[in-house]
């Protein structure tokens, strides 16, 4: 109990020292302008990590002594669209979606049966003595049942996505197609855009100007999301969901 006394007690001025820091900095910057960060060499940050993209091996290429052309190509001048691993294109999204969808269905059923036995070789005389109470042969059984249901549902969504983005040529399929994934983080005070591609091209679907639509990519996976405290805020309390999940009614 009292390493859990100390460890709480440290915590909590852990907090204290840390929000007095920040208030102290926060009142230092009172009148100015926020400062600029100094260019320097990004390798030269303890914290930077190198990039390790996918890249397509190297070729050899030949070149006869007074020629312009080079083993290898196939056209004379160059293709400037995305054409093998490593190559950057551009992907164009702009979805406008707007779906409606009414449902009511109603279901109705009645039953009825009903059974009597007026004569079996006398022997319907003897229920008298079997049952409780009087019987009337012509109406041994009678039993009804009735069942109505009515459900109705809507649904209506319209989502609007408009934007432009790069994304790198990670594989080569073997029918010429490719696969193409891309990723894009914007942070803009403290709430973090995040944008994410995934799919097949055709290469021939590649415009001139390098760019292809997002319509034009099979098994598309398109995520645009976000993070930090206006997300969070939309978001239900972690004990607010695990609630919804577990109460039965």
Known sequence: M??????SLALMACTILSACASTVDRLEKIGKAPEMATIANPMAD??????????????????????LWQSGRVTFFEDQRANDVGDIITVTIDIKDEATLDNETERKRDGGESAGLD?????????????????NNSSLADASSSSNYKGTGSIEREDEIKLRMAALI???LPNGNM?????QEVLVNFEKRILQVDGVIRPEDVSVDNTISYDQIAEARIIYGGEGHITDMQQPRY???LYDVLFPF
Not at 2 to 7: E, H, Q, R, V
Not at 49 to 59: D, T
Not at 119 to 135: F, M, N, R
């Open 2 to 7: 009292s390493n859990l006394k100390s460890a």
């Open 46 to 67: 303890p914290t930077y990590q190198p990039v390790s993209l996918p890249m397509p091996a190297p070729k050899q290429v030949s070149q006869q002594r007074n020629s």
């Open 119 to 135: 004569s079996l070789l006398g022997l319907e005389q003897a229920l008298g003595a079997v049952l409780p109470e009087a019987v």
């Open 170 to 172: 990670t594989q080569l």
């Open 179 to 183: 696969v193409i994934h891309g990723t």
């Open 239 to 241: 004990g607010q969901q």
